[in-house]
């Protein structure tokens, strides 16, 4: 029992040690950061190439800045980034998702010896970010209110003109209805009066008749 937790004590002073020795940098969100390459210690050092990574939760390398003889050369998908004094790390516009652990890793020429050294970078809080999303959503509600009365308003207006339309509709059949029925009156009258006249004639040659019969 005594040996287990002495083990235990000595790897979390082995952690401690660990994390005590990566360099830790704080970066301003928005902001403009450098990040030193430990394992570079003047220069114009001799080696065969030098690149920074980025390393997830699981430790898996993101590659994204690399030089060598043949020049400087960025990784496919990597962030965009470049070299700055003592071959460190230019990171510009960083925000929340740039935090993490980076390394720079040296590869030597033959017979010299590989190195490797991470930092650790934070990003304070992007308030402006927070602020602008804050905005942003502020805006998008009152827009989807605007857009939500104008539609409202809209079908009350569409309502109406169609009821103006079935209203003219109407009074335009009346008014049809109306002068048909004047125009049936006075043709009725018309033949009322042409049977009238031609009883008067027919009454009027029976007399006529009956005299000369006299």
């Not at 401690?16 to 394992?39: E, F, K, M």
């Not at 939760?57 to 030089?67: E, F, M, V, Y």
Request: contains cysteine; aromatic residues 6%.
């Amino acid at each position: 029992m005594p040996e287990v937790t002495l083990l235990i004590c000595l790897c979390q002073l082995l952690l401690v040690r660990y994390a005590a020795s990566i360099p830790q940098v704080d970066a301003d969100c928005n902001g403009n950061v450098t990040l030193p390459c430990p394992a570079v210690n003047q220069e114009n050092m001799d080696f065969l190439a030098l690149a920074w990574y980025k390393e997830d939760s699981n430790g898996k390398r993101h590659g994204i800045i690399r030089k060598s003889d043949d020049g400087v050369m960025a990784f496919e998908n990597g962030r965009s980034a470049s070299f700055g004094t003592m071959h460190s790390l230019l990171l510009n516009w960083v925000n929340a998702s740039d935090e993490g652990t980076y390394l720079c890793a040296m590869s030597a020429n033959v017979g010299g010896q590989n190195k490797e050294a991470r930092v650790e970078l934070t990003v304070r809080v992007c308030r402006t970010e927070v602020q602008l999303t804050t905005v942003n959503y502020v805006t998008s509600l009152r827009a989807n209110q605007t857009s939500q009365v104008c539609n409202e308003v809209h079908i009350p207006q569409t309502w109406s003109l169609l009821g103006f339309g079935a209203v003219a509709a109407v009074k335009i059949l009346l008014s049809i209805i109306t002068i048909k029925g004047r125009v049936g009156d006075a043709n009725r009258g018309t033949k009322l009066d042409e049977d009238s006249g031609r009883d008067d004639v027919k009454n009027g040659i029976e007399v006529k008749k009956d005299e000369n019969e006299e």
